[in-house]
């Protein structure tokens, strides 16, 4: 009666996982169902809209930034923070491609100087490897996790018009 309990329970868990994921395992924080769509759109503002690159010595990063002004980038603060010395990445390494398309851009630079609100406070994650887990974030820290990048270049790239 045990073996055949083992064997019921073996079974199951290979039938389990022998299923197909489903697209909300593929997309980790997509809430719902996934209706994003490839944008190929040029152009203003498209142009404006591109990536905050973070490279060195044994670690890269990225995310999304937008030029604001020829040469100023908004992103999240916490994008240009190194997890182990809870201090921003060197400046050198922190790098803005506009209008990424593929394995093109519209211009690139880097980060001269960085402005993050005076009251912004680095929470960093639990964990660094071999997993980055869910953070203890408070919703009021999202207030303040912005930091405008001043590069050392202005792009040919019209900026995204703010409000």
Known sequence: MRYTLISMLIIVAVFIADQPTSSQDLHPGIIGKDDRVLLDEQGPPWDAVGQVNVSG????????????AP????????????????????????????????????????AQCLHFPKDYQFIPPEKILPTLPAQKVTLRSFLTDVVVVVLDTKLAVDPAPLA
């Open 71 to 110: 040469n100023l980038v908004v992103t999240a603060a916490h994008c240009v923070m190194d997890p182990w010395s809870k201090k921003p990445y060197p400046l050198h390494d922190i790098h803005f491609l506009a209008g990424v398309r593929r394995a093109e851009s519209k211009g690139h630079a880097t």
């Open 57 to 68: 010595y044994r670690m890269a990063g990225r995310c999304t930034g937008t030029l604001v």
